[in-house]
């Protein structure tokens, strides 16, 4: 079976406090992605990664950034958390073939 | 830039009932692909079903179907012989075939209630 693995289900954090949500793939897939997802708006693209030390922005960057330093683990940093980024984030992975398979998801809240 | 529009926040089925949810999009591209993607109260997002934009035959998948019309950009999704299980937010999604094919543009979604 694929496996899609998020770090945390659930995170509370203090507003201006640097959080990591890591996200591990077993399935050996090129591409990485990172979604946040709100109600009424769906899942909106954050940064994906093609390969091991690449990444590229998605729709909505800013406040954020990642990394991915083993094909296996692609990290989203929330350098400065602010409450408006208060929201449920999904990580997923796929080849260039294949659709895309999703994590449990993390709802991280920030106060 | 591809957008996905789902204009049905919520949409309510009696079990063993049919469901129809809508999605349009917008796109200047000519080979690409569509899902519809489920996502369960565990909040795992299953893929349902996936169509491709040459093919025009219209995917199939047990209990769901689609009705993708290329010319008006529309891929909707029928869930027939609802089942209690199938309560869930849908999801509409778009990737390009080509070399900007590396993400999914997804719609608002639609959430399904199943009524027994």
């Known amino acids: 079976d694929v496996k899609v693995t998020q770090s945390s289900r659930y995170l509370v954090k203090r507003t201006g406090e640097k959080v990591f949500l890591e996200c591990v793939q077993d399935?050996?897939?090129?591409?990485m992605f990172w979604y946040r997802q709100d109600p009424g708006l769906g899942l909106r693209l954050i940064y994906f990664?093609?390969?091991?030390?690449?990444?590229e922005k998605g729709d909505i960057p800013e406040g954020y950034s990642v990394s991915r330093e083993k094909k296996e683990r692609f990290s989203l940093i929330l350098e400065s958390a602010s409450t408006n980024q208060t929201s449920m984030y999904l990580c997923?992975?796929?080849?260039?073939?294949?659709?895309?398979?999703f994590g449990q998801g993390t709802r991280l809240t920030v106060v | 830039a591809q957008t996905v529009t789902q204009s049905q926040p919520e949409m309510s089925v009696q079990e063993a009932e049919t469901v129809t949810l809508s999605c349009t999009y917008d796109?200047?591209?000519?080979?690409?692909?569509l899902f519809w993607y489920k996502q369960p109260p565990s909040r795992q997002m299953i893929l349902v079903i996936r169509?491709?934009?040459?093919?025009?035959q219209n995917a199939t998948e047990n209990r769901f179907s689609v009705n993708f019309q290329k010319a008006a950009k529309s891929f909707s999704l029928k869930i027939s012989d609802s089942q209690l299980g199938d309560a869930a937010m849908y999801f509409c999604?778009?990737?390009?075939?080509?070399?900007?094919?590396?993400?999914?543009?997804f719609g608002g979604g639609t959430r399904v209630l199943v009524k027994p």
């Open positions: 997923a992975s796929r080849t260039s073939r294949e659709e895309a398979f």
């Open positions: 399935m050996d897939h090129e591409n």
């Open positions: 990664s093609y390969d091991v030390k690449m990444k």
């Open positions: 796109t200047s591209e000519s080979d690409y692909y």
């Open positions: 169509q491709e934009a040459y093919k025009q």
């Open positions: 999604a778009y990737r390009s075939a080509g070399a900007a094919g590396n993400k999914l543009t």
